[in-house]
């Protein structure tokens, strides 16, 4: 089992980004993909996931802000990062957990792939 997010970099306030997260040796049918997000000195909190049966869900944050998306053919999550905010920078993860119930707990995540950092600037 493999994940590997990428997308990340600097962008203005206002600006857009999507992430991506590539996965591998499973399906996304049978697992949520969660994520992630962690800032200097602050603890990893859940953005957004994304269920197998198609459950969506966001932090308050980014809320009409955000998108995530799948692409079961790609074997891809992805991540729309839009009206970005300067309290948005962070190293960006994607991880996978067998629960059939979307969550935002971290430690419920079995598989993790490495950071994408993102940047905003005001």
């Known amino acids: 089992v493999q994940l590997q997010a990428s997308g990340g970099g600097l962008v203005q306030a206002g600006g857009s980004l999507r992430l991506s997260c590539a996965v591998s040796?499973?399906?996304?049918?049978?697992?949520?993909i969660g994520w992630f997000r962690q800032a200097p000195g602050k603890e990893r909190e859940g953005v957004s996931c994304?269920?197998?049966?198609?459950?969506?869900r966001y932090t308050d944050s980014v809320k009409g802000r955000f998108t995530v998306s799948r692409d079961n053919a790609e074997n891809a999550v992805y991540l729309q990062m839009n009206s970005l905010k300067p309290e948005d920078t962070a190293a960006y993860y994607c991880?996978?957990?067998?629960?059939?119930?979307?969550?935002?707990?971290?430690?419920?995540?079995?598989?993790w792939g490495q950071g994408t950092l993102v940047t905003v600037s005001s």
């Open positions: 991880a996978a957990t067998g629960s059939r119930v979307p969550t935002s707990f971290p430690a419920l995540y079995r598989f």
């Open positions: 994304i269920t197998g049966g198609g459950t969506v």
């Open positions: 040796g499973f399906s996304l049918d049978y697992y949520t």
